[in-house]
């Protein structure tokens, strides 16, 4: 069975400073890993995701996660995050063979102004 | 023009009664999912549909039932309501199966509160 650890329950940080959310995997076989955003009240949505290919992936509003196998992570970063970021992230891994999408307990971002 | 529809949003009720909790998407995906928010914001997965069929049922009391009249929609009903129910329950769809594509396109949620 598949498991997700996000260590960071609660990321506080300021306007346009870099932020780093650590999301760890565990599984047996091969892994597909995702990062989804929940804004408040609402569902979630997807963020980015590794399937296959280059490892490093990116989202259209600046986020990017690096899957590395040998540490098995799948962190986010931003570089400058800005107050609309404001949100809780959850990140989530699939295996092969196993049709479950599971998900971390999420970390919520705060953005200081 | 919303994507994925749940219905109420919001419920509030007393213990040991009986609700219901609806889903349509109109996003023409094959797979529907019913998945249970608590207090901390734990997302934990209850039940999959793919084309009408059941093929995730993790362990959930008796007291839910899915149902999927047609692969559009996804219905969930709770017998005999526990303050333990009380959570945001969130329906979601995906273009085939979760495990490879892994893009899952979720409902705005219903909180539900047992009293």
């Known amino acids: 069975a598949q498991s997700v650890t996000q260590l960071d329950s609660q990321v506080p940080v300021f306007e346009e400073a870099p932020v780093e959310l650590r999301c760890n995997y565990s599984?047996?076989?091969?892994?597909?890993l995702f990062w989804y955003v929940q804004y408040p009240n609402q569902g979630l949505q997807l963020l980015l995701k590794?399937?296959?290919?280059?490892?490093l992936v990116e989202s259209i509003n600046g986020f990017e996660a690096e899957f590395n196998k040998s540490q098995t992570s799948f962190h986010l970063r931003k570089p400058s995050v800005h107050i609309s970021d404001t949100a809780e992230y959850f990140c989530?891994?699939?295996?092969?063979?196993?049709?479950?999408?599971?998900f971390g307990t999420g970390t919520r971002l705060t953005i200081i102004p | 023009d919303t994507a994925v529809s749940q219905t109420p949003k919001y419920l509030v009720t007393q213990m040991g009664n009986d609700k219901s909790i609806k889903c349509e998407q109109n996003?023409?995906?094959?797979?529907m999912y019913w998945y249970k928010q608590d207090s901390k914001k734990f997302l934990k997965i209850m039940f999959s549909?793919?084309?009408?069929?059941?093929?995730i049922n993790e362990t959930v009391p008796n007291r839910f039932s899915p149902k999927s009249p047609d692969k559009a929609h996804l219905n969930l009903h709770i017998n005999s309501l526990e303050l333990g129910d009380s959570a945001v329950y969130f329906c979601?769809?995906?273009?085939?199966?979760?495990?490879?594509?892994?893009?899952?396109?979720f409902g705005e949620g219903s909180r539900l509160t047992v009293l």
């Open positions: 549909y793919n084309n009408k069929e059941l093929i």
């Open positions: 599984s047996s076989v091969s892994v597909y």
């Open positions: 590794y399937l296959s290919g280059s490892t």
């Open positions: 979601a769809s995906s273009l085939g199966l979760a495990s490879t594509t892994g893009e899952l396109f």
């Open positions: 996003l023409g995906h094959d797979t």
């Open positions: 989530a891994v699939s295996a092969l063979g196993n049709e479950k999408l599971t």
